[in-house]
């Protein structure tokens, strides 16, 4: 069995643990983008991803954000820990084949300073955007997972 079958196995037998990165810019925006792959395809989303067998957290946290932002030192900018969360898809990584995938998510915060930008940009983003808080609470193109984080900011 090659290893995305065996992965498509894992996704539908297990759920998956990652991290979201809430980047909120002086206190009144928030950095999404807009996703090229599932789940989630085509959704406004904050940056994340799962964390690998054997790696720690705050690994998980340093890999995603130099991956995603090209930011090499993203605990520089001192994550705070949102909490738990649970998000439930349709479809998974491998397309709409009948496997749904499962993560719990380990959300940090990571506040920035105005005029703050992300040094890159990985190809699982078309775009990335800072969005006024409201106006992402509001937009529909925001994925309702993301907008659950809003309240808390």
Known sequence: ?????????LVRDLPLISVDLVLVRDGREV??????????????????GRILKNEKRVDALTRVAARELG???????????LGPFEHFYPDCFAGDIGVSTHYVVLAHRINVPAGFEIPGQDDQHE???????DAAAESESVHAY?????PLL
């Not at 959704?43 to 994340?48: E, K, L």
């Not at 930011?71 to 820990?81: M, Q």
């Not at 993301?146 to 809003?150: A, C, E, I, K, V």
Request: hydrophobic share 45%; proline share 8%.
């Open 127 to 133: 775009a990335l955007r800072w969005w006024a808080l």
């Open 71 to 81: 930011i090499p030192d993203i605990h520089a900018l001192t994550p705070e820990f």
């Open 1 to 9: 069995m090659d290893e995305r079958s065996r992965f498509v196995e």
């Open 146 to 150: 993301t907008r659950d984080y809003l």
């Open 31 to 48: 950095l999404l983008g807009l996703r090229t792959n599932r789940p989630a395809q085509g959704c406004w989303f904050v940056p994340g």
